[in-house]
T-cell receptor, first 111, second 114 residues
Framework: EDKVVQSPLSLVVHEGDTVTLNCSYE??????LLWYKQEKKAPTFLFML????IEKKSGRLSSILDKKELFSILNITATQTGDSAIYLC???????????FGPGTSLSVIP | DVKVTQSSRYLVKRTGEKVFLECVQD?????MFWYRQDPGLGLRLIYF???????EKGDIPEGYSVSREKKERFSLILESASTNQTSMYLC?????????????FGSGTQLSVL
């Protein structure tokens, strides 16, 4: 059975801290892994990763994929209160098939 | 920008009612998805559709059905709503051809079944 696991499930940090969010997967016919940020409404797209070892960066956020060990990490440096959100990891498959989400990591950044 | 529109932001229904949740996308996407999101459980796939009149069950289809008569519209139907269907419902769409794979989400419908 396809599975996406995220850890930790929740995290509280102080502004300025660096955090690492983890996503591991067991999925047949892997195509790509995606990260989303969800505040109050619709999840918004952060990164799509298809190749191992290539870091994607956007400001203070970065992510990398390891297809051999079947995991990805999302790093956030110098956290701000605006980073408080649920971070979702999802895996897409190669066929006309479902997109599988992990349970999400709830991040709270306190001043 | 792609727009995915869900018809209602909040809905309150009574047990046993038939409920329709509507989702419309404006970018000619082939794939559309319905998820429900519950605390601690993340997004769970109810149904998806890879083209008009095509539908596939997701992980938790029981108690739900769907309709995709036109490419832009994907409807989720609760034939007889129950209290355990109280949840946030998220619709998403994706273009399959051309390698653009990311999902675009609607703003969600918070459904309460009393």
């Amino acid at each position: 059975e396809d599975k996406v696991v995220q850890s930790p499930l929740s995290l509280v940090v102080h502004e300025g801290d660096t955090v690492t969010l983890n996503c591991s997967y067991e999925v047949t016919n892997f195509r790509s892994l995606l990260w989303y940020k969800q505040e109050k409404k619709a999840p918004t797209f952060l990164f799509m990763l298809t190749s191992s070892g290539i870091e994607k960066k956007s400001g203070r956020l970065s992510s990398i994929l390891d297809k051999k060990e079947l995991f990805s990490i999302l790093n956030i440096t110098a956290t701000q209160t605006g980073d408080s959100a649920i971070y979702l990891c999802a895996v897409m498959k190669t066929s006309y098939d479902k997109v599988i989400f992990g349970p999400g990591t709830s991040l709270s950044v306190i001043p | 920008d792609v727009k995915v529109t869900q018809s209602s932001r909040y809905l309150v229904k009574r047990t046993g009612e038939k409920v329709f949740l509507e989702c419309v996308q404006d970018m000619d996407h082939e794939n559309m998805f319905w998820y429900r999101q519950d605390p601690g459980l993340g997004l769970r796939l109810i149904y998806f559709s890879y083209d008009v009149k095509m539908k596939e069950k997701g992980d938790i289809p029981e108690g739900y059905s769907v309709s995709r008569e036109k490419k832009e519209r994907f409807s989720l139907i609760l034939e007889s709503a129950s209290t355990n269907q109280t949840s946030m419902y998220l619709c998403a769409s994706r273009r399959w051809t051309g390698g653009e794979e990311k999902l675009f989400f609607g703003s969600g419908t918070q459904l309460s079944v009393l």
